[in-house]
T-cell receptor, first 113, second 112 residues
């Protein structure tokens, strides 16, 4: 089955700096890669996703890049703010009739004011 | 839309007792997922259903865990008998063909 590795497990940055979280996946058939944000005590919520037919996607301060050859994808957050502090999860899936996501272990991002 | 609804939000029980967690997916979604989240193991997929049919239950830890989806608007996850190591937050999520999974608020289970 699919295996998703996520690094780092914790990341601390100063407000205004950029943050990068990296994930690798094992199954070359995977073609959908979402990122979820989970604030303390809350549910995971989708913040951005990318499909294998594109290499990069941006949404304001958030961007995701995908390298299918190397089987890795990354989340980039620019101009970080204290409200970006949360646990971020990457995931991978094979599109089809059953959308099973395999999640990474998560990255605790702390943005210091 | 009310989103995915889970009940109860918190459950405290004693070892050996039966626990039933409930989930109502978003109307129109055809896939439903049960996850368990702990500090040590992260977010684990326990089982998922597609069109009310269980597709993959390989994540169910052992026979003490069972899940049902009798119709498109309701699912249960049952633990019998419960053990302290079952203490975790259990999330239910649902999705349609967009791949995006919408999570419920979770049930925090504490087994004493």
């Amino acid at each position: 089955g699919e295996n998703v590795e996520q690094h780092p497990s914790t990341l601390s940055v100063q407000e205004g700096d950029s943050a990068v979280i990296k994930c690798t996946y094992s199954d070359s058939a995977s073609n959908y890669f979402p990122w979820y944000k989970q604030e303390l005590g809350k549910r995971p919520q989708l913040i951005i996703d990318i499909r294998s037919n594109v290499g990069e996607k941006k949404d304001q301060r958030i961007a995701v890049t995908l390298n299918k050859t190397a089987k890795h994808f990354s989340l980039h957050i620019t101009e970080t703010q204290p409200e970006d502090s949360a646990v971020y999860f990457c995931a991978a899936s094979i599109s089809g009739s059953n959308y099973k996501l395999t999640f990474g272990k998560g990255t605790l991002l702390t943005v210091n004011p | 839309d009310a989103g995915v609804i889970q009940s109860p939000r918190h459950e405290v029980t004693e070892m050996g007792q039966e626990v039933t967690l409930r989930c109502k997916p978003i109307s129109g979604h055809n896939s439903l997922f049960w996850y368990r989240q702990t500090m040590m193991r992260g977010l684990e997929l326990l089982i998922y259903f597609n069109n009310n049919v269980p597709i993959d239950d390989s994540g169910m830890p052992e026979d003490r865990f069972s899940a049902k989806m009798p119709n498109a608007s309701f699912s249960t996850l049952k633990i019998q008998p419960s053990e302290p190591r079952d203490s975790a937050v259990y999330f239910c999520a649902s999705s349609w063909t967009s791949n995006e999974q919408f999570f419920g608020p979770g049930t925090r289970l504490t087994v004493l």
